[in-house]
RNA sequence: GGGCGGUUAGCUCAGCUGGUAGAGCGCCUGCCUUACAAGCAGGAGGUCGCCUGUUCGAGUCAGGCACCGCCCACCA
């Protein structure tokens, strides 16, 4: 490693291995169970799926959950952040699949055995690559205690609950419209389909009626389920169908006996107004069948082709085929009237990408009304709260309207349903049942039910584990709104349930970032942007305008820039935000490099105000502080980046630093204890956002012990109004001479006397005098400009290179200024409803105003 | 159809309980001032989507309108 001297840019990648080493052998990221989760603090990781690799929005996620982990891990809270992965069921299977059929095998070919053996040595190979990843951006996750949802213990939680539920008679099996996805051979719930667009055709057709004299039309626009019509349906007040209703028609194809019956959900003014009913495919009719205790004929078999159900010469072929020949003998015999193109939303698997094809099959479901009451009390009551708290009613609205959840899936790879049959008998249970001829149900859980349990279930539930004593509930959970439905909710039903507690008090809803062009970030749009390219430096994708390559900005830049991008709604993904945050990491590292290389080797860190600055910094540091310490506490991380940022940029580089100079190379040991001190509490303010540099810096304080993560804060430095007015007027006349410099004419190097006609700068005459490159003099005479700064005004004797023209300039326009400004103070102050009606504080405010401005005017 | 959010500087976004608009980037001018040129100093740039209203006073509050996102529920 290269001298401190000479490093003078800030190098992420050179640094943050180094460090994260230090952090991972240190043990500090895993607590000792002790205490109670009341005086802990933990947050549960989401868990990501085993299969992925961090992508943007874990990124982001992720530096929240660490930044608020860092935090009260500094205000010596025990901070666990639980860690673990999801064995993502669908997803999971899909991708060892597809290595399958690289190889040209399949997991019918494996069988289910070989299969799943398979799935965990793939696991046990790739599933490990997003926990490196987390690393690499500094979450300070409990790498000691990882979970993973199939592991045997979480396992028997997820049995054990389900019988649980069975028993209470909440989970019951049923032949049910499920959504099928036909690519995963799957039923899926309702939230993992997706509407699209298209544009399908719509075709009438002419149904002969039973007594023989005309027909009644209807309009589908999946012809091929007419096989399985059961009836016609028409709207009650129709008076077109009234005296149709309760005839028959003759199913054209099939010959099947049609009843024409009434119900209110048709409507009139749609297609015909007559509607064929097919229980067996679709939704609607679904519960128009129930409702009229209609048959449910399937004609569409699990492999989206036709079945034994339909006439024979239609069998086996697929849906789009069937569809196909019905509409040509349709119109063979006259029976299509009309065709035209309709376009509207079509459900498609959001896994496998295919149109999802409506079946009834018997499915295990889920009964959530009751445990969705107490979850809509949790919130209402707001016991559990959500930040921004406009997404708690879209929690509510859900849950007040919840509908059953199919639980079982046809999978391979995932918690297999506790439940067996034998002949006409069903048996639930962890163990199995005891006797010979039992068979266990092949389906598999929704992955979203055992990740329900997650936030107790990882921590040894349904053990009494040190674990759940001293970290549940936890404290607050950090999600997209994506997931508010599929996890959030659930896990609050089954942690009222299964805990008596909500598993959280607090729901950070996160932004959604989006790509820099709006769209969407995904893999398959092209639109995605590695984290870890960002990192450690590579292409820029296509959504990018300039291309090339990123540079190496490393964790820290990256996770600056997320938190600076955040906001209450969705954002647009910045680069140029991530460029602030490296900018912020060098600032701070050179401004370190600059104390550190200047005190002596005994100096330590301590507040030993000297002079006015000193106790100005102290001042602004603690006003830093509470600022940023407060917004992270608010989950307003945005702020607390932003707010971090103008600390150290605009309070201690651009003026506290530049105030010391003198006196740090003049080797004052006051100065040098203050800005040791300074320093350190900056790197602490700063740790939970930027915690590589920070913990850089801090190994090479004099005297520094131990690791900045682990460091719990000290006593807040002093609040200094006075020092904070002395210092607030200098820094403005300062600028305000630098200005009058510039507007003059006059060159950088210029040198200008000038004699102060103004109180309140005795303590920093000085610093006035040498950062705004004034000389001052008592008195000499004649002033060739006079500078307008608070309280008076700086007479200027003589400049180099003074222009009066351009001084002149200046001065018209400043007067202008003022006096447009005068005018309007004026106009209201002369307005008796303003001075009447408006609090006095404004009154006195305006009042103060004119007065400064009179003097300003009159300086000029 | 219902819900949530948005519309502020060229771009990306801040603006708390109403008191004459801010940041970063970009742009212009000048500086290699021995921490940092990935830097420093100074500057230009906005009738805050539109219309009404409340108010002494409205990006800020109320109502309406127009666009733009997202979510939920959807008529074959």
Redesign the pocket.
């Known amino acids: 490693m290269a001298a401190l001297k000479d490093r003078?840019?800030?190098?992420p990648s050179e640094v943050e291995p180094r460090v994260l080493e230090r952090w991972l052998s240190s043990g500090l990221f895993h607590p000792a169970p002790d205490g109670t989760a009341t005086e802990n603090y933990s947050i549960a990781i989401p868990p990501p799926n085993v299969t992925g690799s961090l992508h943007m929005g874990h990124a982001f996620q992720d530096t929240i959950m660490d930044a608020l982990i860092r935090r009260h891990r500094a205000r010596g809270r025990r901070a666990k952040w639980i860690l673990g992965t999801d064995h993502a069921g669908i997803a999971t299977q899909t991708q060892v699949e597809q290595m399958l059929a690289a190889e040209g095998s399949s997991r019918e070919r494996l069988g289910r055995e070989a299969f799943e053996r398979r799935v965990w040595e793939w696991r046990a190979q790739y599933g490990g690559k997003i926990i490196g990843q987390l690393k690499r951006l500094g979450a300070s996750c409990d790498y000691h205690d990882e979970r993973f949802t199939l592991d045997p213990a979480y396992a028997e939680a997820v049995l054990k609950v389900f019988v649980a539920l069975y028993e209470k008679g909440y989970i019951y099996r049923d032949r049910y419209l499920v959504n099928w996805d036909p690519g995963s051979r799957s039923a899926i719930s309702?939230?993992e389909v997706d509407?699209i667009e298209v544009t399908d055709t719509l075709y009438y057709i002419d149904y002969p009626l039973a007594s023989g004299s005309g027909a009644i039309t209807v309009?589908?626009?999946?012809p091929e389920t007419m096989l399985a019509d059961v009836a016609i349906a028409v709207n009650p007040s129709d008076a077109r169908y009234e005296r149709l209703v309760g005839e028959s028609a003759i199913l054209p194809l099939v010959g099947r006996r049609l009843q024409i019956i009434a119900d209110e959900h048709?409507?009139p003014d749609?297609?015909?107004?007559a509607?064929?009913v097919t229980p067996g495919h679709?939704?609607?009719d679904f519960e128009i069948g129930r409702r009229h205790r209609l048959e449910q004929i399937s004609v569409i078999w699990e492999d989206g082709r036709i079945s034994e159900a339909a006439p024979e010469r239609f069998r086996g072929l697929t849906a789009a085929e069937a569809a196909q020949a019905v509409v040509a003998e349709l119109r063979d015999q006259g029976l299509v009237t009309r065709i035209e193109d309709y376009r509207?939303?079509v459900p498609f698997s959001q896994r496998s990408g295919e149109r999802i094809e409506p079946l009834v099959s018997l499915q295990w479901f889920m009964r959530m009304d009751e445990l969705a009451a107490p979850a809509i009390e949790a919130v209402r009551s707001r016991r559990v709260r959500f930040h921004p708290a406009?997404n708690a009613?879209?929690y509510l609205?859900?849950l007040e309207n919840i509908r059953p959840w199919v639980l079982s899936r046809q999978l391979w790879w995932g918690h297999r349903l506790p439940v067996w049959y034998r002949r006409g008998e069903t048996y639930v249970g962890v163990e199995p049942p005891a006797g010979r001829g039992w068979e266990r149900d092949p389906d598999v859980l929704d992955t979203w039910f055992s990740s329900a349990l997650w936030p107790f279930a990882a921590l040894g539930w349904p053990e009494q584990t040190p674990e759940l004593r001293a970290f549940y509930p936890t404290d607050v959970l950090v999600t997209a709104?994506?997931i508010i439905?599929l996890w959030v909710a659930r896990m609050v039903m089954m942690g009222l349930e299964f805990t008596g507690e909500a598993p959280f008090s607090d729901v950070h809803i996160h932004a959604i970032i989006q790509a820099p062009d709006g769209r969407?970030m995904s893999k398959s749009l092209g639109t995605g942007i590695d984290p870890m390219d960002l990192m450690e430096g590579g292409p820029r994708p296509p959504v990018f305008e300039q291309g090339g390559e990123f540079p190496a900005y490393g964790a820290d830049a990256l996770r600056w820039g997320l938190l600076a991008?955040s906001?209450?709604?969705?954002?647009?993904f910045?680069e140029?935000?991530i460029?602030?945050g490296?900018?912020l990491t060098?600032?701070l590292w050179?401004?370190a490099?600059?104390i550190l290389l200047g005190v002596g080797a005994e100096a330590r860190a301590e507040a030993r105000p000297a002079r006015i600055e000193d106790r100005w910094i102290l001042s602004r540091l603690h006003r830093a502080r509470e600022e940023v310490s407060g917004r992270l506490e608010g989950y307003d991380f945005?702020?607390a980046a932003?707010a971090l940022y103008d600390y150290i940029?605009a309070e201690l580089?651009?003026w506290y630093?530049?105030l010391v100079?003198p006196r740090l190379r003049d080797g004052e040991p006051e100065v040098q204890a203050t800005l040791l001190y300074v320093l350190t509490e900056t790197l602490a303010l700063a740790h939970p956002l930027i915690p590589f540099v920070t913990e850089e810096i801090y190994a090479y304080l004099p005297g520094a012990e131990g690791l900045l993560a682990g460091r719990v804060e000290g006593a807040r430095p002093p609040q200094d109004e006075e020092a904070e007015r002395v210092l607030g007027r200098t820094i403005e006349a300062v600028?305000a001479i630098?200005?009058w410099r510039?507007?003059a004419g006059l060159?950088?190097g210029a040198r200008v006397s000038g004699r102060l006609e103004a109180p309140g700068f005795e303590q920093t005459s000085e610093h006035l005098s040498r950062l705004a490159r004034v000389a001052l003099v008592d008195d000499g005479g004649a002033a060739v400009a006079s500078v307008p700064i608070e309280g008076g005004t700086l007479e200027v004797i003589s400049a180099d290179g003074f222009d009066p023209a351009a001084a002149s300039r200046k001065r018209a326009a400043e007067r202008e200024r003022i006096e447009r400004?005068l005018a309007?103070?004026r106009a209201k102050l002369a307005?008796d409803?303003?001075v009447e009606?408006?609090?006095a504080a404004?009154v006195e405010?305006e009042r103060g105003k004119l007065a400064r401005l009179t003097a300003e005017l009159e300086a000029l």
Request: one cysteine or more.
């Open positions: 003078t840019r800030y190098d309702d939230l509407d309009a589908t626009v999946r048709v409507r749609f297609g015909t107004g509607l064929k679709d939704p609607h509207h939303a406009s009613s879209v609205n859900w709104r994506d439905f969407r991008m906001s209450t709604q969705d954002v647009k910045s140029e935000k460029g602030q490296r900018q060098n600032k050179n401004a490099r600059l945005a702020h932003l940029y580089c651009d630093l530049e100079k600028q630098r200005r510039d507007q060159k950088a400004e309007r103070v307005n409803a303003f009606k408006a609090p404004v405010a």
